[in-house]
């Protein structure tokens, strides 16, 4: 348990650096884009063009998160195989609070009263779900499951790439939820993947889930960056948080046999529910609004800024 917790930690600080490194990378990119050619780095319906968000990939800051962001599946991945999904996908999604650390020094941004007391109030989610949190279920799952996860995951980032495309500059929290339904995914996927425990590649290969696990974490990632561009970097954080823990703490409990602590039940079933609102509750005081970067409103970050 304790091994498990310790590397749910490492994966949620991982994702947390990266997340506003890709933010800085992002709107870096934006700014140059709109200097040079103004307009040119958006859709009809105001969201960024395909080639503003690949241009927005290449940054260097972009970059060293993406890679933060690949540390942190890792780690991630082995936290969901040995803690209780509703536990390790919500000391993960502890991320947003290292992202609205972070945000601070690095994007200028001015956290608001009611932004610092939802911030604590996820913390205090987390002390509830350590404290609660039993043994984790075996992960075994009828075959039908695994299909159904691809077939899920196709569907939701298909409808999430579609809905980007026409909502455009609204679809920021969108973008940041469905994101985080994908990775939501990818930890149900590595749970009851085939042929790891003990090794066998036949089966790996043959597992449906490990193709939901590829389509739910690529496009997830492109749904992230898209939600960084267009919104509050900690809104969208906040937004990806709800998607990565509600449905596999569920799936989690329902199906694959987490379980907690005898008589702690309530506990559990509290942290979590107070874990998803102070997301929603940072979603929702972070709006674009209040924080986005423009051009004229943030300025370059300093080269020294993360040394």
Not at 43 to 54: F, K, V, Y
Not at 178 to 194: K, T
Not at 198 to 219: E, K, N, Q, R, S
Request: hydrophobic share 55%.
């Amino acid at each position: 348990m304790i091994i498990g917790l310790v590397t749910a930690v490492a994966a949620s600080a991982c994702y947390g650096t990266g997340s506003v490194l890709q933010a800085v990378g992002s709107r870096k990119s934006a700014r140059r884009e709109a200097a040079a050619a103004p307009g040119t780095g958006t859709t009809q319906h105001g969201g960024p063009s395909l080639s503003s968000t690949a241009k927005a990939a290449v940054t260097w800051e972009f970059m060293v998160g993406t890679v933060l962001d690949f540390v942190g599946f890792a780690l991630g991945a082995l936290a969901a195989r040995m803690l209780p999904l509703f536990l390790s996908q919500t000391v993960i999604s502890a991320n947003l609070i290292v992202t609205a650390l972070l945000s601070i020094k690095l994007l200028g941004i001015r956290l608001n009263r009611k932004e610092w007391l939802s911030i604590g109030v996820v913390c205090s989610a987390l002390v509830l779900l350590a404290t609660a949190a039993g043994h984790e279920g075996n992960g075994d799952a009828a075959r039908s499951t695994h299909w159904w996860l691809l077939i899920i995951s196709v569907v939701l980032m298909g409808g999430g790439w579609t809905a980007v495309h026409f909502l455009g500059s609204r679809a920021a929290i969108l973008a940041g939820l469905l994101s985080g339904l994908g990775f939501g995914a990818i930890g149900v996927g590595v749970r009851i993947l085939d042929g790891i425990d003990p090794f066998d590649l036949g089966a790996l290969i043959a597992d449906p889930a490990l193709y939901a696990i590829f389509i739910a974490g690529g496009v997830g990632m492109y749904l992230h960056t898209v939600a960084l561009q267009i919104g509050s970097v900690n809104g969208a954080t906040a937004a990806l948080v709800v998607g990565e823990t509600v449905l596999p703490g569920i799936i989690g409990v329902l199906w694959l046999g987490d379980t907690s602590r005898e008589g702690f039940a309530w506990m559990a079933v509290l942290g979590f529910l107070l874990a998803v609102a102070g997301a929603v509750a940072v979603a929702w005081f972070g709006e674009p609004d209040a924080h986005a970067a423009t051009p004229a409103q943030t300025p370059e970050p300093e080269p020294t800024a993360i040394s």
